[in-house]
């Protein structure tokens, strides 16, 4: 029997939604809302060759663009990190749904790439967190430059960060993605801290009016003695690792930011009562 189009409708939204909950009943769950900043760019260079670098801003892997986004400009950095250490800026030039720079490995090694968003301090409650918050957004990835023999140890590149325990040129679908989760070079985990794996995969959500849905993730949380956390790998293609994590310790900025918008505002010598970092690492599952 041939089925109308609303018919059609109605069994893949069925299908999906029983798929979502065998998915729900495993750790899987929905994309939070939230934004976040993340970069997309290739995993391995050169030495000496530029690559182009997207600096990502909006939910889950799904880009913001227009005005929201170059509200952002004054307030985003970036830079790479080398095997010594040494912070590098990296100039941002605004397109329409991301920032670009590029990057040139400068020899054999990893590198860190950071991007960084001031968000600010919030004097009202937004979207469930307490005034005089501070909230600071961080997107990290890493670039493989040239052929090296060994892993290449890497600095801490900001004060929560993000480090892969597993060999990301060897990923598959199938397999297991630990990383450890440090606040200020200390391991950090438990029930405050929230680390979510998402990925539109290879095959994205189809696009069905009648059909909800971003992108499949999972969430899991790191043991706090070690920092450690561990995520099945379902799909090829590119994944993001976001983790939040709220530092109850009052803070004075001392930068040199002076802005003031409607949700938030920030500039030197004020107080806030707590930071919340929300952090990603952006890498790539190879298909099998």
Known sequence: MKLDRKQRCSQLQSWLL??????????????A???????????????????EVHVCWGHSGHRQGGESLAS??????????????????LPLTLKADHFETRFIPPASATYQLVAQLQVGIIDREFHGLPPKTRIVMTGKTLVRGGEINEPTE?????????????????LRPGGVFAAKITFKNKPVGGPGVAATLSTLGT???PQDPEVEGLSWSV??????????????????????????????????????????????????????ERTLHVVTLTFDVSPR
């Open 219 to 272: 969430k899991n949380t790191p043991q706090p003695n070690t920092g450690e956390v561990r995520f099945p790998l379902i799909t090829a293609g590119r994944h993001i690792l976001s983790v939040r994590y709220t530092d109850e310790t009052p803070s004075t900025y001392e930068g040199d930011l002076d802005f003031a918008s409607q949700f938030s505002h920030l500039r030197k010598g004020e107080t806030c």
């Open 154 to 170: 890497t600095e801490s590149a900001m004060d929560l960060d993000i480090t892969p325990q597993s060999p990301l040129d060897s």
């Open 18 to 31: 029983a798929w979502l909950a065998i998915f729900t009943a495993c750790g899987f769950v929905a994309p």
């Open 33 to 51: 809302t939230a934004h976040e900043v993340w970069i997309e760019t290739a995993a391995t260079g050169q030495p000496g060759q530029a690559q």
């Open 72 to 89: 952002q400009q004054p307030r985003l950095t970036a830079w790479y990190l080398g095997p010594n250490a040494a912070r590098e800026t």
């Open 203 to 205: 095959q994205p959500f």
